[in-house]
């Protein structure tokens, strides 16, 4: 089994910056692929980003091209996503996601087998 535990959300003004974590633990390998997603009420679970195994390779939604930066340390199996620039419409629930046997990055979240519980990001204006 493989948990996943994010942390980091909270209440922030337009213009702040976040930074989420996702501890993974459990029977993982080195090489998984690593992702975020985001979700507000009465949608779909949206894609925000993906990162390869090592880190090396990274995709973004358009949303939050520029803005967000997606990030790992396999030393601590933890990934991160810094949120700057912060807007109302960055408002939602993040997921971390992992999938234990592709390399990555992935976007969609048929491809993630497991997900953590959420954090709450909300954005004032």
């Known amino acids: 089994q493989v948990q996943l535990v994010e942390s980091g959300g909270g209440l922030v003004q337009a213009g702040g910056s976040l930074r989420l974590s996702c501890v993974a633990s459990g029977r993982i390998l080195r090489s998984y692929a690593m992702g975020w997603f985001r979700q507000t009420p009465g949608k779909e679970r949206e894609f925000v980003a993906g990162?390869?195994?090592?880190?090396?390779?990274?995709d973004y939604a358009d949303s939050v091209k520029g803005r967000f930066t997606f990030s790992r340390d396999n030393n601590k199996n933890t990934v991160y996503l810094q949120m700057n620039s912060l807007k109302p419409e960055d408002t939602a629930v993040y997921y971390c996601?992992?999938?234990?046997?592709?390399?990555?990055?992935?976007?969609?979240?048929?491809?993630?087998?497991?997900w953590g519980q959420g954090t709450q990001v909300t954005v004032s204006s």
């Open positions: 990162i390869s195994w090592s880190g090396a390779s990274t």
């Open positions: 996601a992992l999938n234990a046997t592709h390399l990555g990055p992935l976007c969609y979240a048929d491809e993630y087998g497991y």
